[in-house]
C-alpha cells in the first residue's frame, strides 16, 4: 500500500475527527445537566444556539468536502466525512446510553434486591407529596 495513500487517510479523517469533535464539545458547553445527569433544555433565548452550531459545521464540512471533491482528491473527502461523523455519533450513543442507564435506574424496583438512591431528576418536583403532606397536617387538625 501506497504511504502517501495512508498519510491521506490520516491527515483527512483527522480533521474532520477535529472538526466533529469541536462541535461536540461546542453542544456540550451550550447545555446544563443537572448533578444528576439530567440534560436542561436550553432557555428560550439562547434556544437557536445549538442548531446553528450544528448546521454552521455541517456546511464547513460539506464546503471541504465539496473542494475535495472538485480537486479530484474524492477519498479524501470522503475520509474527511466519516471522521467528522465519527464523534458525532460516539456523542449521541453515550448521550443515549446514559439517558437510559438514568432511566432504568430510576424505574427498579426494590425487591428485585438491587439498592437504589432515592433521586428526584430537577424538575420533576414532587407536589403530590407536598399535597398529600398538606392533607395529613389537616387532618392530625394542625
Same mark, same amino acid.
Given at each position: 500500500?501506497?504511504?502517501?495513500?495512508?498519510?491521506?487517510?490520516?491527515?483527512?479523517?483527522?480533521?474532520?475527527?477535529?472538526?466533529?469533535?469541536?462541535?461536540?464539545?461546542?453542544?456540550?458547553?451550550?447545555?446544563?445537566?443537572?448533578? /444528576?445527569?439530567? *440534560?436542561?433544555?436550553?432557555?428560550? @433565548?439562547?434556544?437557536?444556539?445549538?442548531?446553528?452550531?450544528? *448546521?454552521?459545521?455541517?456546511? *464547513?464540512?460539506?464546503?471541504?468536502?465539496?473542494?475535495?471533491?472538485?480537486?479530484?482528491?474524492?477519498?479524501?473527502?470522503?475520509?474527511?466525512?466519516?471522521?467528522?461523523?465519527?464523534?458525532l455519533v460516539l456523542a449521541?450513543?453515550?448521550?443515549?446510553?446514559?439517558?437510559?442507564?438514568?432511566m432504568l435506574r430510576s424505574?427498579?424496583?426494590?425487591?428485585?434486591?438491587?439498592?437504589?438512591?432515592? *433521586?428526584?431528576?430537577?424538575?420533576?418536583?414532587?407536589? @403530590?407529596?407536598?399535597?398529600?403532606?398538606?392533607? /395529613?397536617?389537616v387532618a392530625r387538625g394542625?
Amino acid at each position: 500500500m501506497d504511504p502517501d495513500v495512508d498519510r491521506t487517510r490520516v491527515v483527512s479523517s483527522s480533521v474532520g475527527c477535529v472538526l466533529g469533535g469541536l462541535t461536540v464539545a461546542g453542544l456540550y458547553a451550550l447545555y446544563r445537566a443537572t448533578w /444528576e445527569g439530567w *440534560v436542561l433544555p436550553a432557555a428560550r @433565548a439562547d434556544a437557536w444556539k445549538g442548531p446553528t452550531l450544528l *448546521v454552521t459545521s455541517a456546511l *464547513v464540512v460539506l464546503v471541504l468536502y465539496v473542494i475535495a471533491v472538485r480537486t479530484g482528491a474524492r477519498r479524501m473527502g470522503d475520509w474527511l466525512v466519516l471522521g467528522y461523523a465519527l464523534p458525532l455519533v460516539l456523542a449521541a450513543a453515550l448521550m443515549i446510553a446514559d439517558e437510559i442507564f438514568l432511566m432504568l435506574r430510576s424505574r427498579v424496583p426494590q425487591n428485585l434486591g438491587i439498592k437504589t438512591t432515592a *433521586v428526584m431528576p430537577l424538575g420533576r418536583s414532587s407536589r @403530590a407529596d407536598h399535597d398529600r403532606g398538606d392533607r /395529613e397536617h389537616v387532618a392530625r387538625g394542625g
